[in-house]
T-cell receptor
């Protein structure tokens, strides 16, 4: 069965520092992988997705993620954090089977950014 | 509409009462999904619709939960005899159905509190 594991439920960085949010996946088929962001009291918004094209995927707000099959990872990075990046981030993989287009989400990582 | 619309945005109900949550997907999206988000549990997949049929209902937590979709558009999630553990944010999402890499768009959720 497909699954994702997000390492670290809470990550704290200083403004201007590198952001690294970790995601490892398990999938019996070539995966489609996603990162979503949820700002306080808002719905989920797609940051970026991997659909078997380029392994380095660029998303909105300066975020990018690299698909590494050998490591079964899809970590999210941003070179320089802004205060506005403070939010909860979710990694997800397609569920497969009868609900092939539905997503299975990790438990989320809360990013805090301090000045 | 421009986005996924959910109603009510907030609902407080007494234990044992039935509740209905409504989702209006993005126009033209044939796939519709319900998720539940609660503290410490992340995003839990409930059910997926393709058109009016639900190929995968395996995520529904008990037989008190049911969902329907009519006309390939609006969906209703019904929780009968609500319990306190049903308190959560119920998120609806929709997507074009062709291919597992399609972006899934989320509504802002219905916050349910069972007292």
């Amino acid at each position: 069965a497909q699954s994702v594991t997000q390492l670290g439920s809470h990550v704290s960085v200083s403004e201007g520092a590198l952001v690294l949010l970790r995601c490892n996946y398990s999938s019996s088929v070539p995966p489609y992988l996603f990162w979503y962001v949820q700002y306080p009291n808002q719905g989920l918004q797609l940051l970026l997705k991997y659909t078997s094209a380029a392994t380095l995927v660029k998303g909105i707000n300066g975020f990018e993620a690299e698909f590494k099959k050998s490591e079964t990872s899809f970590h999210l990075t941003k070179p320089s954090a802004h205060m506005s990046d403070a939010a909860e981030y979710f990694c997800a993989v397609t569920r497969g089977g009868q609900a092939g287009t539905a997503l299975i989400f990790g438990k989320g990582t809360t990013l805090s950014v301090s000045s | 509409g421009a986005g996924v619309s959910q109603s009510p945005s907030n609902k407080v109900t007494e234990k044992g009462k039935d509740v209905e949550l409504r989702c209006d997907p993005i126009s033209g999206h044939t796939a519709l999904y319900w998720y539940r988000q609660s503290l410490g549990q992340g995003l839990e997949f409930l059910i997926y619709f393709q058109g009016n049929s639900a190929p995968d209902k395996s995520g529904l937590p008990s037989d008190r939960f049911s969902a329907e979709r009519t006309g390939g558009s609006v969906s209703t999630l019904t929780i009968q005899r609500t319990q306190q553990e049903d308190s959560a944010v119920y998120l609806c999402a929709s997507s074009l159905a062709q291919g597992s890499g399609n972006t899934i768009y989320f509504g802002e959720g219905s916050w349910l509190t069972v007292v």
